[in-house]
């Protein structure tokens, strides 16, 4: 005797199919009409018994006010939770209409704030108005995403004025120079400066799903330029340049600091340029007798 076939069915490989909020409010409009449990559960190809739970349930899916994007609702979605993300989506339309930078972290931060504001204001004292119910984990915030449609964008700020070609140029040139004169990568030095902002913020921000783009802002100019200068076999590197816009920081006076003893060679002005005057010092102080030395 064969032996009998087990179906998807029986195994238990079905997965549970889950119903929209907008389903189950046509179901019980459909059946305020007349139509009957058996005749419903034929229609949506469900149980009576999932039929009949529906209905027991009329008044609070009736009126029910999912959170934008949310079409099931289970026992997961709290109405805590569905009035937060309500609240969240509003509060990250005015920071877009601000002009302000919100990022996954402050976007999750402010989440769980308002979470625990509405567990605050929750009279019932059941399991799911527990504050530690919801972390506002990164899980949580890729479905938010999808649910609301906010979607991350980049700041532009002002245009590179890099000149691409005369960089090209000059590379060929320096090569060719090397090569005629005998140089060898002892004696080969380049400086360059970089500046820190360190008080910029954040360049990618989150808007919401009506906007495609986000309107360019400067960012603060609250930063140090160093000059940095190394040779090109890296066993010689000279004493950086430090500019700052003030020559006496307050921490300097609170610790005592003498700025001889620095490992950089400090000068300040308003903007923290290296200006010329810094660079020429810089190279006669500094850069002319360690090379000197060096070589």
Known sequence: MRPKKVSAKDNGDRKKRMMSIELKQEIIEKHECGARVIELAKIYDRSTSTICTILKQKDAIKS????????????????????????????????????????ETVICEKARSIYADLVKKEASTSKEASEEAFKASHGWFDNFKKRTGIHSVVRHGEAASADVKAADTYIQKLAALVAREGYIPQHVFNCDET????????????????????????????????????????????????????????????????????????????????????FTDWVNLVFGPVVKTYL
């Open 195 to 278: 500046g820190p902002f360190w008080k910029k913020m954040p360049r990618r921000t989150y808007i919401t799903a009506e906007e495609k783009m986000m309107p360019g802002h400067k960012p603060m100019k609250n930063r140090l330029t160093l000059a940095l200068c190394a040779n090109a076999s890296g066993d010689c590197k000279v004493k950086p340049l430090l500019v700052y816009h003030s020559e006496n920081p307050r921490a300097f006076k609170t610790h005592k600091i003498l700025k001889e003893k620095l490992h950089v060679m400090w000068r300040a002005n308003a903007r923290a340029w290296v200006t010329q005057q810094f």
């Open 64 to 103: 029910a006010t999912p959170a934008k994007g949310t079409t099931i609702l289970s026992q997961l979605r709290t109405t805590i939770l569905e009035e937060m993300e309500k609240l969240l989506l509003v509060w990250v339309k005015e920071k877009e209409l601000a002009g302000d930078t919100v990022t």
